[in-house]
């Protein structure tokens, strides 16, 4: 059940990035069908939109209320 777990998990910001990274070097080739560009573009744009709601939620847990009320970064 462990191995489930593990295929089911989030892929983490790096992983994605990586992943980002293997696509845009797909897209950059000319061998690529306008097909698989458009496949692999939408792919891109999701990971994105991804990448973008985890680091969005980092940078909020990285936001703390001081007591009297004021945000602080830490």
Do not use: H, N, W
């Not at 698989?36 to 936001?63: A, H, N, P, W």
Request: hydrophobic share 30%.
């Amino acid at each position: 059940m462990a191995d489930t777990e593990k295929t089911t998990q989030e892929p983490t910001i790096e992983e994605s990035l990586k992943e980002l990274d293997s696509i845009v070097e797909k897209l950059e080739s000319r061998d690529i069908s306008l097909e698989d560009s458009f496949v692999l573009y939408q792919q891109g744009m999701e990971l994105l939109r991804k990448c973008s709601g985890k680091i969005d939620t980092v940078e909020k847990k990285m936001l703390k209320i001081s007591e009297d009320g004021e945000l602080s970064e830490f």
